[in-house]
């Protein structure tokens, strides 16, 4: 158990729809990354937070957003979904920003099928 | 950009086998290497990482090496188990003074070792 939590587990929805993504980082993290997995993307860094601000920002379509809230848990909305948006979404978190081999701890991940 | 490429898989090996997944990277200035690991149904998990030139990581009886000069992160382990068998993700980040830590990854290669 990496101590990164992420709800829920499975989401299954139709195109068009509009989805939230919850992340809960370790205790005590402050830096909060999404990444995506897809079969034919493989995984991609989306977007990170640092603290409540955003730090950088991947190959994330303008369909998504993200923020990260005092309590440091972070959502990643989806909207206007496409099945190509189908993936396995992934939190993790660190406790700084950056630095020379700076470890991330990985939640268990969403899976998003868009039917 | 940055970029890692991994060779293709799936890699299938008999148990205590020796083992070899290459990797290789594209990047300016000296980033910092991992290897991560991902079993069935879980997230992302950090095998081994070096960060400099010609350090060597090692856990749970994998090494890779850093090399600067062949820009390679080969994982090896002489004795594979069946317990070994997940997918293997070789993964920089950049060394850039504005290096935010993000992870970018190689596409992936599925290890199966059979008994």
């Known amino acids: 158990d990496s101590g990164v939590t992420q709800t829920p587990k499975h989401l299954i929805t139709a195109t068009g729809q509009r989805v939230t993504l919850r992340c809960s980082p370790r205790?005590?993290?402050?830096?909060v990354y999404w990444y995506q997995q897809s079969l034919d993307q493989g995984l991609q860094f989306l977007i990170q937070?640092?603290?409540?601000?955003?730090?950088a920002k991947g190959n994330i379509l303008e369909r998504f957003s993200a923020q990260q809230f005092p309590d440091l848990h972070s959502e990643l909305n989806l909207s206007s979904l496409e099945l190509g948006d189908s993936a396995l979404y992934f939190c993790?978190?660190?406790?700084?920003?950056?630095?020379?081999?700076?470890?991330?701890?990985f939640g268990p991940g969403t899976r998003l099928t868009v039917l | 950009g940055d970029s890692v490429t991994q060779m293709e898989g799936p890699v299938t090996l008999s148990e205590e086998a020796c083992l070899t997944i290459?990797?290789?990277?594209?990047?300016?200035?000296?980033?910092?290497l991992f290897w991560y690991v991902q079993y069935p149904g879980e997230g992302l998990q950090l095998l081994l990482k070096?960060?400099?030139?010609?350090d060597k990581g090692s856990n749970k009886g994998f090494e890779a090496t850093y090399r600067k000069e062949t820009t390679s992160f080969h994982l090896e382990k002489g004795s594979v188990q069946v317990s070994d068998s997940a997918v293997y993700f070789c993964?920089?980040?950049?060394?850039?003074?504005?290096?935010?830590?993000?992870?970018?990854f190689g596409q992936g290669t599925t290890l199966q070792v059979k008994p």
């Open positions: 993790a978190s660190s406790v700084v920003v950056g630095g020379r081999g700076n470890e991330q701890f």
């Open positions: 205790s005590g993290d402050l830096s």
């Open positions: 937070y640092y603290n409540g601000e955003e730090r």
């Open positions: 290459n990797c290789t990277y594209t990047a300016t200035g000296y980033p910092s």
């Open positions: 070096a960060t400099k030139a010609d």
């Open positions: 993964a920089l980040s950049g060394q850039a003074s504005s290096n935010t830590g993000k992870l970018i």
